[in-house]
């Protein structure tokens, strides 16, 4: 699966990739990683990401 988290493709997202953390509040992070919050899935940032099993 190509990465979506550097590079050019970053630019192709909404807002290039950055926005408010959802569960952090930081804003103007970059928000690249899936996060399932009861049912819904939203972008964290780097910090609040699942971590890896
Ligand atoms: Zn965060």
Do not use: F, Q
């Not at 928000?31 to 939203?42: Q, T």
């Amino acid at each position: 699966m190509a990465t979506i988290t550097r590079g050019k493709v970053l630019r192709e997202l909404s807002s290039r990739g950055r926005g408010t953390c959802p569960l952090c509040e930081r804003t103007r992070i970059k928000l690249l990683y899936d996060y399932d919050i009861s049912g819904v899935v939203k972008k964290v940032c780097k910090n609040c990401r699942p971590k890896k099993l």
